[in-house]
């Protein structure tokens, strides 16, 4: 044990100390936080004011929608048809529609603009839909209390029972009326930034464990080293020392921009404290019962200050299964890839010769980031369902689904498999990797690593 | 004593036998050496030896018991294939392989900054490996080798790579390694190296041991019974003087002297040969013919396979 964590240690060390990896770390964040800030400065900086028409069929949701500084709303009574046609010509930023439900309580809504519609609107349509539904049924919940008062209660029950998600669709409704669909959504946005992270992640340390493994035989170290050590030990020395350089740059990044947002939302915002969707909805819920009130407080997304649409967006977001699924993905998708990584560096001689044996590597990996638009568009089909489950593609395709709601079963039986086929993949690359880090200046090909498979420990 | 030895050890790879029953004995302290042509298996046996890869067959003893898995600890190895990292410090690599070695950190810094005085070479501690001459390099993979003190030091071709002036350091800090109690085991080519520094040597060829057991001996078995006379120039040539039964296999002569290659018969000795010429010639010198290990090398694989002759 001593021995792999010398070499964890030795691996880390050289290259976090590596200038490559200071510039990446500090040019990361002030790219990905550019790409927060920037748009959140040109919103506050624009001063006009977007109109919003609504039309709403069920009647629940009149005047709930409340003006903010950016958006004023207004209700419509018309029927769709006449609603769109004059949309079009109003120039309004965007026409929210509320269809009739018969019995039930009306939990979709679609929203039509000439543009993408910007996410907070959606978020904030959401969360005022959500939250008046949910108020209605808690309503008639208490009522149904009253009448009933051996039943046993909970807050959790009530929480539970009344909990209401809302679909909601975005249109693109162009000058011709005709209509497509937009995506926007905050959960696509995570799911394709998640997917993408890992993608990068696996490629950028994957080779890195690959170079490292040519590097040592090339410098032809190797076998001093594995006169102390066993191969399999220096591999996963190697592969966890790697790994945790790759979750050190990930964490800065994650700090560092958020740092940096935080700082540069907090001197935009001095000046101008808006009133957040999210305190609008406490001063709500405080008008209902107050044992309720304070449980739906709890519940409710921290409210943030700032109040930085963007940011109250993504609050909107299951934030600990998402953290916790990507974590898992990113480390074990990570691990099981680094293992095959290893195995090639080890087979070869340079990394020219690397690019045979790459294909199989690269190809699933690829696939996965193809597949992201198909997967977007039905995150509980077939394909979706398949390649979130195949170890190979799953680490990219699962997360890409997370955001959209995916069973617990499904989510652990993936994860079943990837542990699983990161067993598998280490197994075998350990195999390939111990006698290809002695083989020198012979040019291997699938026969021959299939020979080295084979051979008895 | 034996520290180490090798019983009937056998490693099959897909298509070929790389050992076949490869036995070998290393007495306590001596130096073994390992010779057979390119391809023969030595790295293999050595490797095996190093626990880096696993024989098929056999077993092997270290000290009396069975080689375990720890036993690394106790053995200094020096690959034909060696190297270390070009872009770390000479110092952290050091420290780095000595701790791989089961030194601690205060253990390992002790020795290093020890050798590295002794070596003179305290100064090339924050360098980088890159910077170095690959003569200094091999210095620092010595060092190295033997920094855990180990009991049995395993060289690879020691001497491939050097020039003639590293080569003889590298041979002097052998010896001395010996001196201190050391054993070695290092495999060859270089059959000067060999007549220098074994006690002990095993031949492999084609994967198995054609000739074992110490140099001295073998080469009495090898000894044809043949001498090396030289005397004044301008005399009768010695084929007058002998019987026939003494066979003069080389004449040659250079301004002063004239030479003759003379093999006796079995039962005859260098006195034999003297007694009929020497009221007939002046002699210069006499001088037993002993075979090279280089010609001992060739005549063991060569009578193994006919057909190279």
Request: glycine share 6%; net charge neutral.
């Amino acid at each position: 044990m001593r021995k792999i964590f010398l070499i964890i240690q030795r691996e880390y060390m050289t290259r976090v100390k590596k200038r490559s990896f200071v510039i990446m770390t500090i040019l990361g964040p002030l790219l990905m936080a550019g790409t927060i800030v920037v748009p959140m400065y040109l919103a506050t900086r624009t001063n006009e004011i977007k109109n919003i028409s609504v039309l709403d069929e069920t009647g629940i949701f009149l005047e709930k929608f409340k003006d903010s500084d950016n958006f004023k709303f207004h209700y419509l009574v018309s029927d769709i048809n006449s609603a769109k046609s004059s949309f079009t010509k109003s120039g309004d930023y965007a026409l929210i529609y509320i269809p009739k439900t018969e019995v039930t309580l009306p939990t979709n809504a679609i929203i039509y603009a000439e543009n993408t519609v910007n996410i907070s609107v959606q978020s904030y349509v959401r969360n005022v839909m959500s939250k008046q539904i949910e108020e209605l049924k808690l309503q008639a919940r208490l009522r149904e209390l009253q009448t009933d008062k051996n039943e046993p209660v909970s807050v959790d029950d009530i929480l539970r029972s009344i909990k209401t998600s809302i679909d909601i669709n975005t249109l693109k409704i162009g000058e011709d009326g005709k209509e497509s669909k937009s995506y926007t959504e905050i959960n696509m946005v995570l799911g394709m930034v998640a997917g993408i992270l890992i993608y990068f992640f696996i490629f950028m340390f994957g080779s890195q464990v690959m170079r490292g493994v040519i590097e040592e035989k090339t410098s032809r170290i190797v076998e001093v080293i594995i006169s102390s050590v066993k191969p399999f030990q220096l591999m996963m020395g190697k592969i966890i020392g790697v790994g945790l350089v790759g979750l050190t740059q990930f964490l800065l990044w994650v700090v560092l921009t958020f740092g940096i947002v935080t700082v540069v939302t907090a001197t935009m915002t001095t000046k101008e404290i808006k009133k957040t969707t999210t305190e609008q909805l406490m001063q709500r819920n405080e008008a209902i019962s107050p044992v309720t009130a304070d449980a739906l407080t709890i519940k409710q997304a921290e409210p943030k200050q700032g109040g930085n649409e963007v940011i109250e967006a993504i609050n909107s977001v299951n934030f600990p299964v998402m953290i916790g699924s990507f974590l898992f993905f990113f480390l074990v998708g990570y691990l099981m890839y680094a293992a095959l990584f290893a195995a090639i560096g080890g087979a070869v001689d340079s990394e020219a010769d690397t690019q045979q044996f790459m294909l199989p590597i690269t190809l699933p990996l690829i696939l996965s980031i193809i597949l992201a638009q198909v997967i977007i568009q039905d995150p509980d089909g077939a394909v979706s369902f398949w390649f979130s489950i195949i170890p190979l593609t799953s680490p990219v395709v699962m997360m890409i689904r997370i955001p959209f709601g995916v069973p617990y079963i499904q989510v652990i039986l993936s994860m079943v498999l990837l542990l699983l086929g990161f067993l598998g993949t280490t197994w075998l690359a350990a195999k390939i990797y111990r006698t290809g880090i002695l083989m020198y200046g012979k040019k291997v090909n699938y026969k021959e690593l299939w020979k080295w498979i084979s051979y008895k420990s | 004593m034996d520290l180490f030895s090798a019983h009937s050890i056998t490693k099959l790879y897909s298509n070929h036998k790389a050992l076949d029953r490869v036995s070998i004995d290393v007495p306590e302290g001596s130096i073994f050496g390992l010779l057979g042509p390119n391809g023969a298996g030595k790295t293999t046996l050595i490797r095996i030896i190093n626990q880096i890869i696993a024989a098929d067959e056999g077993e092997m003893f270290f000290n009396g018991r069975k080689l375990m898995p720890n036993d690394i600890a106790s053995i200094g190895y020096l690959p034909e294939e060696r190297g270390l990292y070009k872009k770390m410090t000479v110092g952290a690599q050091a420290m780095y392989l000595a701790q791989l070695k089961g030194l601690s950190h205060q253990e390992s810094l002790t020795r290093l900054k020890f050798w590295f005085e002794k070596f003179e070479i305290k100064s090339w501690w924050n360098r980088k490996v890159e910077e170095l001459s690959k003569g200094m390099q091999q210095k620092i993979q010595f060092l190295i080798t033997i920094i855990h003190e180990p009991r049995l030091l395993i060289f690879d071709e020691p001497f491939s790579g050097f020039d003639p002036i590293n080569a003889n350091l590298m041979k002097e800090e052998i010896l001395a390694q010996k001196e201190k109690g050391a054993t070695i085991i290092f495999s060859t080519h270089n059959m000067a190296s060999v007549e220098e520094l074994c006690d002990h040597i095993a031949l492999i060829d084609r994967s198995r041991v054609v000739l074992s057991g110490l140099v001295r001996e073998i080469k009495k078995t090898y000894k044809t019974n043949t001498y090396i006379i030289s005397y004044h120039r301008g005399e009768e040539s010695l084929r007058n003087f002998l019987p026939d039964s003494f066979q003069i296999l080389e004449e040659r002569a250079d301004p002063d002297h004239q030479y003759a290659t003379i093999k006796l018969p079995a039962d005859a000795t260098p006195n034999d040969l003297l007694q009929p010429i020497l009221s007939r010639v002046t002699i210069n010198s006499l001088q037993e013919q002993i075979p090279g290990m280089n010609d001992i090398f060739i005549q063991a694989v060569t009578q193994q396979h006919p057909e190279l002759k």
